[in-house]
């Protein structure tokens, strides 16, 4: 609290850290899913396709299968190290679960009733990539969870998550449209769990949630014999 000389009084906030509005995390990934549906006409997917694929001439890589797990790789690393982050290491894992659980969900509704085949014609579950939107989760949970204590530890998971991206087309087994809903969506669903938090507080392993007191007290009368059992939770 600080007074001016006029005896009128201002609450000082300069201490209160801002918390994001969810418009604020949502403005990126939905601009990756405008952008998707936009480059969705054949001409522009194929053309696209053939661009990024020409100068590799055929080059396969298993890689992509991998790197999409580097960023939580990177965060537990991190935790064993001991550098500082917004949530503990349980958080962290509960919240992971929960992004990457509601977003393989809506990947594979998506992937289902849309049908679009894939750029090798192997598949029909081709839009979006399952690959990027795995990978665009680890890397936002990262950024999440180190972006006010360590900005470059922060940003690094966007290195694997958007190679990862790249080389679903590089390999012919998506199109850019697919890798870039893909990215939207799974940076999209670990906003919005990061921004409401859900079951911050529950958390088994606690020793509080495992403490019980335990207790009995014998009752001895003329015709009985029995007692009292007590539970402290």
């Known amino acids: 609290m600080t007074c ?40 522009s997917k194929y053309g696209l396709q053939t661009l990024i694929q020409q100068p590799f001439n055929g080059f396969k890589t298993d890689v992509d299968d991998y790197l999409q797990y580097a960023p939580i790789a990177i965060m537990y690393a991190a935790d064993l190290f001991h550098v500082k982050s917004k949530n ?79 080389l679903r087309i590089v390999n012919n087994r998506h199109w850019v449209p697919d890798v870039l809903l893909g990215a939207g969506i799974g940076m999209l ?15 088994p392993f606690s020793k509080k949630n495992r403490k019980i007191e335990t207790g009995f007290y014998p009752s001895l009368g003329e015709d009985y014999i029995g007692g009292y059992l007590t539970l402290k939770f």
């Not at 669903?189 to 958390?203: D, F, G, M, R, S």
């Open 4 to 43: 001016g000389t006029r005896s009128t009084c201002q609450k000082d906030t300069s201490g209160i850290k801002h918390r994001p509005h969810f418009i604020e995390r949502a403005w990126a990934p939905a601009t990756l899913g405008i952008l998707s549906v936009t480059l969705m006409t054949d001409s």
């Open 88 to 166: 503990t290491p349980w958080n962290q894992t509960k919240f992971l679960a929960m992004s990457e659980l509601g977003t393989t969900i809506l990947v594979q509704i998506l992937k289902y009733s849309l049908r679009i085949e894939r750029p090798d014609h192997s598949k029909f579950n081709s839009y979006p990539s399952g690959h990027t939107s795995q990978a665009f989760v680890a890397s936002q949970v990262l950024l999440n969870e180190y972006r006010e204590t360590n900005k470059l530890l922060a940003y690094s998971g966007f290195l694997f998550s958007i190679t990862t991206g790249t």
């Open 189 to 203: 669903v670990t906003n919005l769990i990061y921004h409401y938090e859900p079951l911050k507080a529950w958390n």
